[in-house]
């Protein structure tokens, strides 16, 4: 399997606390996304990276923030947790631009109470 | 509003029976995936579709990409309880995106009964 890595896997916290999730990956691909799954909505964009310190608002990007400081490690900061952020994240990394698919983590169940 | 429509959303079939799922688009994409999706995992890539027409097969997996690259669709011959999961689809629109970004349709859960 490629390595990617997602933490925590799951992860109950409560209304406007922070919450970081890590996305780690060891196959040296450029570009990493953050995006949410909920019933009804597929998965949809968050944020992106296409390198380190690069990265970019994708279509929900609100109330999240990202950071990339090394190849390997894209992280994703909710600032404060509100119920709506209730939701699996998952990471996926690309070697190249959108050809040739993603490989997505495991993902990470969220739960805000 | 999806850009990306797929249908049905939910297929539950008997052991056997054959199946199509689609994904439509008023957008050109310049590729579209499909995925596969089990309970508790991540999305897993079955196969990319880059030319008008194209069309692939995976085992008992067809995959067809539209002419206009603006739809596709999934065929399942003698489905298999295996088969459940969630399938789906994901293109790169031709225009106006950098850096690989896809989106997604809602997906199909496909629940394939012994």
């Known amino acids: 399997d490629a390595g990617i890595t997602q933490s925590p896997r799951h992860k109950v916290t409560e209304t406007g606390t922070p919450v970081t999730l890590r996305c780690h990956q060891t196959e040296n691909h450029r570009y990493m996304y953050w995006y949410r799954q909920d019933p009804g909505h597929g998965l949809r964009l968050i944020h992106y990276?296409?390198?380190?310190?690069?990265?970019d608002k994708g279509e929900v990007s609100d109330g999240y923030s990202v950071s990339r400081s090394k190849t390997e490690d894209f992280l994703l900061t909710l600032e404060s947790a509100t119920s709506s952020q209730t939701s699996v994240y998952f990471c996926?990394?690309?070697?190249?631009?959108?050809?040739?698919?993603?490989?997505f983590g495991s993902g990470t169940r969220l739960t805000v109470v | 509003t999806q850009l990306l429509e797929q249908s049905p959303q939910f297929l539950s079939i008997q052991e056997g029976e054959n199946l199509t799922v689609y994904c439509n688009s008023s957008?050109?994409?310049?590729?579209l995936q499909w995925y596969r999706q089990e309970p508790g995992e991540g999305p897993v890539l079955l196969v990319t579709v880059v030319t008008g027409g194209e069309v692939k097969k995976l085992k008992r997996l067809t995959f067809q990409f539209g002419d206009a690259r603006k739809d596709s669709s999934l065929h399942i011959t003698a489905a298999q309880p295996g088969d459940t999961g969630l399938y789906l689809c994901a293109g790169a629109l031709i225009l106006g995106t950098s850096y690989g970004k896809l989106t997604f349709g809602q997906g199909t859960i496909l629940t394939v009964h012994p």
């Open positions: 996926a990394i690309s070697e190249v631009a959108d050809d040739y698919g993603y490989t």
């Open positions: 957008s050109v994409f310049s590729s």
């Open positions: 990276s296409y390198g380190v310190k690069d990265t």
